[in-house]
């Protein structure tokens, strides 16, 4: 079985995770929390990705980050190396999978917990980051666990937005879900399945863990 | 030295509401029929909802003022307020509910004292380390009431604490809640559309009707003199039923 590739799938994906965490939770806490002009556009803008093909996703990251573009430019200067066609353009792709996960799940949470105890909180003499840091992301902490493990899972598997924007480099940006592809075109049939198994055994313990934590959430 | 909360508010969108009125240090009932406007005028005392136009203020301090754009944020109002679901933080205990609103300077061993003498005197005590979920109707209510006065409040805005319980327990409560507010002295309402809630606790009543203040006095004046208590609690649903 052909490890390499798993593990390069399992070192982007918790990357990939961490960031869309912190970018996703903090999009999912504006969109729930805060009224303020634009924010439907912003709603459709960070989801879009849910909907839009893989190929489509992949055109607009290159623009926007290609070598050409000008953060493309800037990170290159600042890091010696690009971000397309690299391990980087791999995280940023598994990453913008992932984020729509994230925020709508992390926006339901958020917006799930009792208005009334973020209030309580408030007259308590919390301010509005002391209420939701002790009140209402705690409340919402399983259902953005669950968005986390969906987002990760998310991650693990792009194949589309991976390809445009990393392209399939061996050791390099080469995926489980590429190598899996590149191995069937190679007819090596055996190593395909080693890794599609065990990419189906981690996507189904994940969303039996997910399964639990929500179901525990319905109970309370 | 508690002063004189003063409110004059008025509100144009969506819930019309124009309400002026004065609460002197001890209890006023906030009476009136459902959609009143009770639940409203409490929530901009707070703060919580925002008059389109007005002045709020307790003693010298001014919590909101339209005419020179002051604005107090909720959390600096110091405002007890007790909400009709209760709003106990399901995922801490009794005491870390208690211990939520105390003055952060305290130190944990002063913040842990006071909280016992509070459980303690709305006789819960037993509760301290279990969380809102195992407790009873009443048992959430005293912790509630524990923690509002866990703050050291100005004002105390009571919105129908009691409604969701049997009258058996409504009256022991009431008892219990006088005697800690006698003692507090400061600018109280409780919101009730309950009579003999009305009679048991309050000093005046302001009573409300379509966001608009219809009556300001004395109980009797207001609800008029107190007649058979059966008579005045038995057809005023008790159960709660006709409200919607």
Redesign the interface.
């Known amino acids: 079985m052909e490890l390499a590739p798993l593990a390069l799938s399992l070192q982007i994906a918790s990357i990939a995770t961490l960031l869309a965490a912190v970018l996703g939770i903090g999009f999912a806490t504006l969109l729930a929390n805060v009224r303020f002009p634009g924010r439907d556009l912003v709603d459709v803008v960070v989801t879009a990705p849910m909907v839009l093909p893989p190929t489509v996703l992949g055109y607009y990251l290159l623009v926007a980050l290609g070598r050409r573009s000008g953060i493309g430019h800037a990170f290159e200067a600042i890091f010696g190396t690009s971000i397309v066609f690299t391990r980087t353009g791999a995280v940023v792709a598994a990453t913008v999978g992932a984020l729509p996960l994230v925020v709508k799940s992390g926006r339901a949470a958020l917006e799930g917990v ?1 208005p ?2 973020v ?10 980051v002391r ?1 939701f840091a ?2 209402q992301l ?2 919402a902490a399983r259902g953005i666990v669950a968005a986390l493990m969906l987002a990760f899972a998310r991650s693990l598997g792009d194949f589309g937005i991976t390809l445009m924007v990393a392209g399939d480099i061996p050791h390099e940006t080469q995926t489980a879900s590429l190598a899996i592809y590149d191995a069937i075109q190679e007819h090596r049939d055996g190593a395909a399945l080693g890794m599609v198994l065990m990419l189906t055994a981690v996507a189904i313990a994940i969303l039996y863990g997910v399964n639990k934590l929500t179901a525990a959430r319905d109970a ?1 | 030295m508690p002063g004189d909360l003063v409110v004059r508010a008025r509100l144009a969108n969506g819930f019309v509401l124009d309400v002026d009125f004065a609460v002197p240090p001890g209890v006023t009932v906030l009476f009136g029929p459902s959609g009143s406007g009770k639940s409203t005028t409490l929530a901009i005392i707070a703060g919580l909802v925002k008059p389109t136009a007005g002045r709020i203020t307790v003693g010298e301090d001014v919590w909101f003022d339209s005419g020179v754009r002051v604005n107090i944020p909720v959390h600096l109002r110091r405002v007890a307020f007790v909400f009709q679901s209760l709003a106990l933080f399901p995922h801490m205990t009794a005491r870390e509910n208690v211990e939520y609103g105390m003055d952060r300077a305290l130190d944990a061993r002063a913040r842990g004292d006071r909280a016992a003498a509070l459980l303690e005197r709305f006789r819960v005590a037993h509760l301290a380390v279990r969380k809102p979920g195992t407790f009873s109707g009443g048992e959430a209510q005293r912790v509630a009431l524990a923690r509002a006065l866990a703050t050291s409040p100005r004002v105390m805005l009571l919105d129908e604490p009691f409604s969701a319980l049997d009258r058996e327990l409504r009256t022991e409560l009431l008892a219990d809640l006088r005697a800690s507010l006698h003692e507090l002295d400061i600018p109280t309402l409780f919101v009730t559309h309950h009579r003999q809630e009305a009679r048991v606790l309050g000093e005046r009543v302001v009573k409300l009707d379509h966001g608009k203040v219809q009556r300001v006095g004395t109980v009797e004046e207001v609800l008029g003199p107190a007649r058979d208590p059966a008579f005045d609690e038995t057809p005023l649903d008790p159960d709660g039923l006709l409200r919607p």
């Open positions: 009792e009334n105890l209030r309580a909180a408030r007259t308590l003499g919390a301010g509005p209420a002790t009140v705690p409340l309370r």
